[in-house]
Structure formats: structure tokens, C-alpha cells
């Protein structure tokens, strides 16, 4: 097994997209304050998102690498197209199921879901190239099955209690994720697998970097959703 496909194993594997909050989620089983509480929680990481991928690029000595993850930076700003930047769909997400947008922005964060964001920005923001590198790999490779959990859910609410409700944020991305990931092998590809002796390519320490990167960011989002499911679990007592 090569590297790339290790490291892909241990995303997939992971409880960061194994967890009963997403089974359940995966179902349309939530309530409507559930649904908030989701709505909210993941908006934090919608609109901080692309600030962490700057903190990313800018801290990349790879230009192979730096090509890819602009890629990525400028398809979550819309490709030039400012209707379609992702956290303005995001807001017409919120709209729709009648949240409002400075509630949004304004509510305090769960504890977990901060603890999510400023961990993946550290990551990303290491002066540790290929730390910063593994979490990226591992946040875009867990990406579909993720969305592959949210998409079915959300859509059996809005058949049954949110007819008004715009996906489009959810399913513009499922549809962007094999770009994605495709960026990230790429980027792997690029510094993986010649001479170690070369400036800029992995050493042993450079591929546990990586892959101590690619279970932070996973954990991270693991506790996110966990976060959630007690959150859940409170409102029901």
C-alpha cells in the first residue's frame, strides 16, 4: 500500500465521519431545535474556512503545493462567480429555515465546534509544512462521505418540515469534492516520493508529520460532532 492510499485508509476509517451523530443525522432524525443547532454551529465553520485556508497558503514553501491549495481557496470564493462564494450560500441556507444571519454570526460558539476551529487553523497555520499539509489531506478526503450523511438528512426535512428550505450550499460542495480531493493528491504527489535528500520532498519525519496532521484535523471534527450529539442529548432532558 503507498502512502497516499495509507493515509486515505485512515481518514475513511475514522470516527470523524463514523459517529452516531451523523448516522442519525444521515436519516432526517432531528428536531427542529437540532436542526438549529447544527445550522448555527456549522456556519462557524463555513465562514472561517476560508480564512484558514489563506493561514494555509501563505505559510507554504511548495509552490507545487501552493498551486493546489489555491485551487481549492478560490473555488470556496466562488471561481470568480461572487453569487456563488460558499458562505453567501450558506446564508441562504440559513434564511430558509428561518434563522437569521447576525444570530448566527453573533451566538456563542459551543465550546466544541471552537475548539474545532482554532485547532484546524493552528494546523494549517504550522510553520510545520507537512503537518499543516496531513490536515488538509485529511479534511478534504473525509469530505463526501460527509456530505454523503448531511445531504440525505437534510433533504427528508425538507420534504417534510421545511419545504423552503435551499440546499444548495450542501450540494454545490458534494458535487466540488472530487476536485478536491484530486487537489490534495496532487499536492501529496508532489511532495512525495523521490529523493528525501531534495529540498522540499518527505523524509520519514515529513510523512509522520503528515500523518499526525491528517488525525488532528480529524479528531478535531470528531469532537465537533460529538459536541453536537450531547448538545442533542441536553435538549432532550
Not at 471552537?114 to 494546523?123: C, F, H, P, S, V
Not at 460527509?146 to 418540515?161: C, E, N, V, Y
Not at 444548495?168 to 499536492?187: D, G, S
Amino acid at each position: 500500500m503507498g502512502f497516499y492510499e495509507e493515509m486515505r485508509g485512515m481518514v475513511l476509517r475514522h470516527g470523524a465521519i463514523n459517529n452516531p451523530y451523523l448516522d442519525r443525522f444521515q436519516t432526517g432524525d432531528l428536531t427542529d431545535q437540532e436542526l438549529r443547532e447544527f445550522s448555527v454551529e456549522f456556519y462557524n465553520f463555513a465562514r472561517f474556512f476560508p480564512k484558514i485556508l489563506v493561514s494555509q497558503l501563505v505559510n507554504t514553501e511548495d509552490e507545487a503545493v501552493a498551486d493546489e491549495l489555491t485551487k481549492v481557496l478560490y473555488s470556496e470564493l466562488g471561481d470568480g462567480r461572487v453569487k456563488n462564494r460558499h458562505e453567501l450560500l450558506y446564508r441562504d441556507f440559513l434564511r430558509t429555515i428561518g434563522i437569521d444571519v447576525h444570530e448566527a454570526m453573533s451566538r456563542p460558539m459551543l465550546a466544541s465546534t471552537r475548539a474545532y476551529i482554532e485547532g484546524m487553523e493552528q494546523l494549517y497555520s504550522s510553520g510545520n509544512h507537512f503537518l499543516a499539509l496531513g490536515a488538509s489531506f485529511g479534511l478534504e478526503n473525509m469530505a463526501i462521505t460527509m456530505w454523503d450523511h448531511l445531504i440525505p438528512g437534510l433533504r427528508r426535512l425538507k420534504q417534510t418540515r421545511y419545504p423552503d428550505m435551499d440546499m444548495t450550499y450542501f450540494t454545490f460542495h458534494r458535487e466540488l469534492e472530487c476536485t478536491h480531493e484530486e487537489a490534495m493528491q496532487k499536492a501529496v504527489a508532489a511532495v512525495n516520493g523521490r529523493d528525501p535528500s531534495v529540498p522540499g520532498c518527505m523524509s520519514e519525519q515529513d510523512r509522520r508529520d503528515f500523518a499526525r496532521g491528517v488525525r488532528a484535523v480529524l479528531d478535531y471534527l470528531q469532537g465537533f460532532w460529538m459536541g453536537l450529539e450531547r448538545r442533542a442529548r441536553a435538549l432532550a432532558s
